[in-house]
């Protein structure tokens, strides 16, 4: 192609001919841009300096560290950090921020070094830098691309501001068991919608271009299949069939790396039995030659080294085995710096295995453009001017506010009145430590703001408000405290007993005219390495709301939490509901907007609620049984449980506003089609309410015959309209063959003739539908 170019360019020279000067010019300039033109350009600079470098510098490439006193994200810490960087023993730093801190580290490597190859900066810049956005599944409730998008882009300005250019995020783990931690840190059950937001993610993080000095390189984690670890514990092992993998699982990752991700991270687990860290099929057929790869892969924190308790050998062992299986970086744990030039005079690595890792590193220091300046990400003014902001502050609050779900509204006790007395409750209520969710490595709770502090900011001098904490968080100091607390205090025990701290709180409720209560759980109750059997409310919590509830009063739940709980005691006795997530830095003023009305929520759960922990896993796109059972009739000989329903508490999809949609029947263009046709599907939905507000209009598809087992339905598109009270607006989807596709027992993805059921709704389980015949 550099070849082509130069014949085009040297003829844009000498052409006389005006109008085919400029078609040449046009097609100069297209060569320029085009991203395999891009990537060659990279490949040939990366390889002309790879020709001066020792091998032991090449090795050097691949090794990941995180220094002391950095921002620790797991149980190791790298050592001799300095007299690394200047043997050119280091390709990247993590864990680090701030213009001065970055700039002292590349300076060691630019300067002390003998080839002068600056390092890669990362963090775990996960739901926003230092403005800190709603926990990514509460974002994934927004189904706004728009703001994910631009939360994204906030946090890489941020970031990029804090001396960074590599973040690890957005993690697209499929999860479909909430007592698993990292539900949290997901886009939920659905791989359409978490495709969706992965695109959105890379694009926000990475934008058009990724030399800029604001954008950061994205790193789509954990691949593959992190999500699905049986009973939902932490680091467990993975088992599924490859048409699971390819139809549910895999499809976020590979929409992410189709966006432009720059780089993935290998996730902890297993897959067919071999790691994901040294998982050929993974990282090299299926990742690069299926999908067409080109980024570089980094293992997660020491999942090289942790191949060993897997059972793979020792730690020269597991190095080599990773990097012929397509691992490029060694996260932390330096098995590849120590062992593989052993493994090559052994015979077991080749010196192309070796180079074919280096040059994807130098490949993405090159898209970065660190090599044409160090400290193009380094510049101390950007801090003051960039990092919460009002502007960014602004927006952290309008994106919490569409995340929040509206589960339960009886009565219209919601909005609240601007008028009268609020007893404000819970140990969330008068809370900042908590508002900002898990894994916000550079966030700082102490500039984020309580529910407390949003309520005397939103609710006007009308309003008193009446604060009382009424209990902890947790009174189990056994273990579970304990464990709430290993990154620092986030959930304390009152010197008061809970009976007193209950009793202050039943006394403001008395006194007031409704009473909200703000419960759930610490920031990192979920998260990594936060899986939980239980995942109803802490008793300490539970009596509280009993209490409350007794008093009579109209009692207003307000759920601060980082996954999908069980919760049908405060269904059945609450009079209303609101998921806020953990909302982030403006969690206060978000979450008052919406209890007060300056936002009409809109938001629809990205996982399903189940009503007990025994219905786990539990999501919306199952598949059929032989025996299936509808609720109706005699359920023995069906599938079903002796002591629960099968539905789950709060569907897929679902979530209330304080105005109410109707939808028409399903109407749609044709009922026979053939071939590559395109089939509109339209309801009319009218607001037949009196507030204005969103409604997220969902498009699912079901396939009853087909060669294999399919599932009872799978989201296929949605759109997010607005309409005023009494306003009515067709909404319309196009569905082609594409919506039809699925992966046969081949797993080739096909689309098969028969009869189609198109279902249009407000969730997964509250639809309207219509049958169409497609033949080939």
């Known amino acids: 192609m550099a070849r082509l170019l130069q014949v085009n360019l040297f003829v844009c020279i000498h052409f006389k001919n005006t109008v085919m000067k400029k078609l040449l010019v046009a097609g100069a300039l297209l060569l320029l841009a085009s991203p395999s033109f891009s990537q060659n350009t990279y490949t040939a600079k990366a390889k002309a300096l790879m020709a001066k470098m020792t091998l032991e510098e090449k090795i050097g490439q691949l090794n990941l560290i995180i220094p002391g006193g950095a921002a620790v994200t797991g149980s190791v810490v790298s050592t001799d950090v300095e007299n690394k960087i200047k043997k050119g023993l280091v390709g990247g730093l993590f864990g680090i921020t701030s213009p001065e801190k970055v700039r002292k580290a590349q300076e060691l490597a630019v300067n002390g070094s003998r080839l002068h190859i600056p390092m890669i900066f990362g963090l775990d810049v996960i739901h926003g830098h230092k403005t800190i956005f709603p926990i990514p599944l509460g974002l994934s409730a927004s189904w706004d691309m728009g703001l994910i998008e631009q939360s994204a882009r906030i946090a890489a300005k941020e970031a990029t501001a804090d001396g960074l250019n590599w973040a690890f995020s957005p993690m697209v783990d499929i999860a479909r068991d909430a007592r698993w931690g990292r539900i949290s840190e997901g886009s939920g059950e659905d791989p359409y919608l978490g495709g969706k937001i992965a695109q959105a993610m890379v694009r926000g993080y990475q934008g058009s271009d990724l030399s800029k000095n604001n954008t950061l390189m994205a790193c789509v984690k954990h691949f593959a299949l992190y999500g699905a670890a049986e009973a939902g514990r932490e680091y467990n092992t993975v088992d599924m069939s490859r048409i699971q993998m390819y139809e549910y699982y895999l499809p976020p990752y590979k929409a992410a790396i189709d966006a432009g991700a720059g780089s993935i991270m290998s996730s902890f687990n297993v897959i067919d039995g071999v790691p994901a860290t040294g998982n050929k099929w993974l990282l090299t057929d299926l990742l690069r030659k299926e999908w067409g790869f080109n980024g570089f892969v980094v293992s997660d924190y020491t ?300 938001g629809k759960l990205s996982a399903t609620f189940p009503r007990s922990v025994g219905q786990i896993p539990i999501y919306y796109n199952h598949k059929n049984t032989g025996r299936p059972f509808d609720g109706t009739g005699g359920a023995k000989f069906k599938t079903s449980y002796l002591d629960e329903v099968n539905e789950p508490l709060y569907p897929f999809g679902y979530g209330l506003s304080y105005t109410h949609f109707d939808y028409s029947p399903v109407k749609l263009s044709k009922t026979i089609l053939k071939g590559g046709g395109k089939l509109i599907a339209s309801v009319t939905l009218t607001n037949s309410g009196k507030y204005a507000g969103e409604e997220v209009v969902q498009l699912y598809v079901s396939d009853p015959v087909a060669s294999i087992s399919r599932s009872v339905k799978d989201l296929k598109g949605f759109q997010k309209v607005m309409l005023q009270p009494g306003e009515s607006k067709e909404v319309s989807f196009t569905v082609t063959t594409e919506e039809l596709k699925f992966f046969n027992s081949e797993l080739k993805r096909v689309w098969e003739p028969g009869k189609f059921v198109i279902h249009i709704g407000t969730s997964s389980s509250q639809v309207k539908s219509a049958e169409v015949e497609w033949n080939k």
């Open 303 to 602: 999942s090289l080294n942790e191949m060993i308790n897997h059972g793979m050998g020792d730690l020269q062992a597991v190095s080599a085995l990773a990097l012929k299986a397509g691992l490029d970086m060694d996260m932390v744990g330096e098995g590849m710096l120590t062992t593989l030039a052993k493994s090559l005079k052994e015979g077991k690595v080749t010196v192309a295995d070796i180079d074919k890792a280096c040059l994807r590193i130098l490949e993405a220091k090159y898209k970065l453009g660190l090599f044409d300046d160090p400290y193009r990400y380094i510049d101390e003014s950007r801090p003051a001017k960039e990092i919460l902001t009002a502007d960014n502050r602004a927006a952290a609050r309008n994106i919490a506010a569409h995340s929040m779900v509206l589960l339960k509204n009886d009565k219209q006790v919601l909005p609240l009145k601007r008028s009268g007395t609020i007893a404000l409750v819970g140990p969330l209520a008068d809370n900042r430590r908590n508002m900002l969710g898990t894994w916000v490595v550079a966030g700082d709770w102490n500039k984020s703001v309580s529910v407390l502090e949003g309520f005397k900011n939103v609710a006007g001098s009308g309003v008193n408000i009446l604060s009382a904490k009424g209990a902890n968080i947790t009174d189990d100091t056994a273990m579970f405290l304990k464990r709430v607390n290993a990154l620092g205090l986030e959930a304390d025990i009152d010197p008061r007993s809970p009976q007193a701290m209950i009793d202050e709180a039943v006394a403001a409720a008395n006194k007031a005219d409704v009473v909200v209560a703000v419960v759930g759980e610490s920031a990192n109750m979920s998260g990594e390495s936060s899986s939980r059997a239980d995942i109803s409310l802490p008793a300490s919590q539970q009596a509280l709301l009993k209490a409350l509830h007794k008093t009579g009063k109209p009692l207003v739940v307000v759920l601060i939490n980082g996954r999908p709980l069980t919760l049908v005691w405060e269904n059945e006795h609450a009079t209303a509901i609101l998921e806020a997530w953990a909302p982030g830095t403006e969690a206060g003023n978000a979450i008052a907007d919406v209890l007060f009305g300056n936002y009409n929520p809109s």
